[in-house]
């Protein structure tokens, strides 16, 4: 399952670039899953996506929580919480 995957802010710096394309393995259907499985890249990678810090997602811009179904084609954008005032 092929999907662009997008990063913001902190993020896009931490990991150096803004964009990809990943094809998922079988079983990455989620957006935990999908965090899980950047985890796995390497340290940025793990203090990122392993939970301790909150990390937001929205699925072809829709804002979605963990738990939210990720199809092939969409386009999964992470970035830190944000606030304003």
């Known amino acids: 399952m092929k999907i662009k995957v997008l990063y913001f802010s902190r993020i896009k ?3 150096n670039y803004s964009t990809e394309d990943i094809d998922l393995p079988a079983g990455i259907s989620t957006v ?4 899980n499985y ?3 890249r390497g340290d940025i990678w793990t ?3 392993n939970g301790k810090q909150v990390v937001r997602a929205a699925i072809n811009h829709t804002l979605v929580d ?3 179904t990720i199809n092939a084609g969409d386009e ?10």
């Not at 935990?32 to 965090?35: D, F, G, S, V």
């Not at 999964?76 to 005032?85: D, S």
């Open 38 to 40: 950047l985890a796995l």
């Open 47 to 49: 203090n990122l996506f």
């Open 76 to 85: 999964v954008a992470f970035f830190p919480p944000v606030t304003g005032g």
């Open 32 to 35: 935990t899953a999908l965090k």
């Open 13 to 15: 710096e931490a990991v």
């Open 66 to 68: 963990d738990l939210s």
